[in-house]
């Protein structure tokens, strides 16, 4: 079955620095790759999300890249502000398998003022 | 107000002690899943449902069932909780054949401790 390895578990940064968070999977067959903000005490949210078809995907600070053939995806924060701490957890799905979706373990975020 | 709501929001029993967790959704989503969230172990699936009568297991079924006899609901059932099953849980639930989007909707969660 499918597993996704998430790094690093913890990331600090100066407010205005980027963030890189790395995944990588292992089923080939994966074609939906999902990134996921959760707040402390908060449900996890979607934040952006990126199909196998697409090498790129970019909504303002927040950027996706994909790899398939070394099979990793890479979540980008730019600029990043005190309020984009919280913990980030990637996940990969075989769209053919419906709603199975596995995440990696999360990366705990802090922005420093 | 398009929502999933969790039943109940804290919960403390003893082992043994059959229990549900209700999940219902109101945006007619076709696919939904529990999860739970353990520290340093991120989110793991539990058991998904595709649709109506079509559940099929996650990566950590043992201990739990689950049913999808109405499209809006998908509760979870710990027959004869454990210790080990003390954690948070998320319900969740995804995609309807107009929006194409696999984009998963969660529950505000729900606490659990099994002494």
């Known amino acids: 079955g499918e597993n996704v390895e998430q790094h690093p578990s913890t990331l600090s940064v100066q407010e205005g620095d980027s963030a890189v968070i790395k995944c990588t999977y292992s089923?080939?067959?994966?074609?939906?790759f999902p990134w996921y903000k959760q707040e402390l005490g908060k449900r996890p949210q979607l934040i952006i999300d990126?199909?196998?078809?697409?090498g790129e995907k970019k909504d303002q600070r927040i950027a996706v890249t994909l790899n398939k053939t070394a099979k990793h995806f890479s979540l980008h924060i730019t600029e990043t502000q005190p309020e984009d701490s919280a913990v980030y957890f990637c996940?990969?799905?075989?769209?053919?398998?419906?709603?199975?979706?596995?995440f990696g373990q999360g990366t705990e975020l802090s922005v420093k003022p | 107000e398009a929502q999933v709501t969790q039943n109940p929001r804290y919960l403390i029993t003893v082992t043994g002690k059959k229990l549900t967790v209700t999940c219902s959704q109101n945006?007619?989503?076709?696919?939904m899943s529990w999860y739970r969230q353990d520290p340093g172990l991120g989110l793991r699936q539990i058991y998904y449902?595709?649709?109506?009568?079509?559940?099929d297991k996650g990566d950590v079924p043992e201990g739990y069932k689950v049913s999808r006899k109405e499209k809006r609901n998908f509760p979870l059932i710990l027959e004869s909780p454990s210790p080990n099953q003390t954690s948070l849980y998320f319900c969740?639930?995804?995609?309807?054949?107009?929006?194409?989007?696999?984009?998963?909707?969660f529950g505000p969660g729900t606490r659990l401790t099994v002494t």
């Open positions: 969740a639930s995804s995609f309807t054949q107009t929006s194409g989007s696999y984009e998963q909707y």
């Open positions: 089923d080939s067959a994966s074609n939906y």
């Open positions: 996940a990969a799905s075989n769209g053919n398998q419906g709603g199975k979706l596995i």
């Open positions: 945006m007619n989503h076709e696919y």
């Open positions: 449902s595709m649709n109506v009568e079509v559940t």
């Open positions: 990126i199909r196998s078809n697409v």
